[in-house]
């Protein structure tokens, strides 16, 4: 602990000194900007997933942001069966530019299945890491004072421990005060793309079938399917 007394003689014995009291919170949360991380998440049916991707990292990267991770990969929808290219992207992009972002987006795409935009205040988790990165910085110097008049190796010792754990705790709330600033700064979009196949409705020929028509001609084919598989099956052990 920092308010333990170092070892040694009378001479040039001095106590590690004691953390400054921090200042109020709400008097520090109130007088300060306010920081908000905003991000969002999006659903949206397209023509060409992979061709939306490109196009949201283009968007992503004009705006002056870049692209956290993006996917495509082959999956099977309906009861059809039907094979089709779907893709997800999420990008990190500034957080002034968010709305408009998610504007452009919805505009590419044929329908908007969901969007939703999340935002957290952490200007007071922001301001205790402040708060308690200058009373480290404040007590590392008294430390390093300490330890320039300390005469007796023992002394020495025990300053410079003390002075690795409160520069690495140091470090520490310089890492999560980044977070902080850098997550309000950027705002994230999470996409999921999805090819309009997935959406169209079952056609045979001309023949368009609509509600309960639709919903029993779906469950022939699944069934036809499902025996069509048992009878390869029985083939198979005969």
Same mark, same amino acid.
């Given at each position: 602990p920092l308010g333990e007394v170092l070892g040694g003689g009378a001479e040039g014995q001095k106590a590690a000194p004691e953390m400054p009291a921090a200042p109020d919170m709400a008097a520090s949360a109130t007088s300060a900007d306010r920081l908000v991380v905003r991000n969002a998440n999006m659903t949206v049916v397209v023509h060409d997933p992979a061709q939306t991707a490109r196009q949201i990292r283009l968007m992503a990267e004009n705006m002056g942001g870049f692209v956290v991770s993006s996917n495509g990969y082959q999956t099977t929808f309906g009861d059809a069966n039907v094979q089709a290219t779907q893709a997800s992207i999420t990008i990190r992009l500034p957080a002034e530019k968010l709305d408009q972002a998610l504007q452009q987006i919805a505009e590419q795409a044929i329908e908007v299945r969901r969007q939703s935009v999340t935002g957290e205040d952490v200007t007071a988790q922001y301001t205790d890491l402040q708060s308690r990165q200058r009373n480290l910085e404040a007590a590392e110097s008294?430390?390093?004072?300490?330890?320039?008049?300390?005469?007796?190796?023992?002394?020495?010792?025990?300053?410079?421990?003390?002075?690795? !754990?409160?520069?690495?705790?140091? +470090? @520490?709330?310089?890492? !999560?005060?980044?977070?902080?600033? +850098? @997550?309000?700064?950027?705002?994230?979009?999470?996409?999921?793309l999805i090819p309009d196949v997935a959406a169209q409705p079952l056609q045979i020929g001309t023949w368009r079938p609509e509600g309960t028509a639709k919903q029993a001609l779906e469950a022939l084919i699944k069934n036809a399917t499902i025996i069509d598989e048992n009878h390869s099956i029985e083939m198979v052990q005969i």
């Open positions: 008294q430390l390093r004072e300490i330890m320039d008049s300390a005469t007796k190796t023992q002394d020495v010792m025990a300053v410079f421990n003390q002075l690795t !754990q409160v520069r690495g705790e140091i +470090e @520490s709330v310089k890492g !999560q005060i980044q977070y902080y600033e +850098e @997550s309000s700064r950027l705002s994230a979009i999470a996409v999921d």
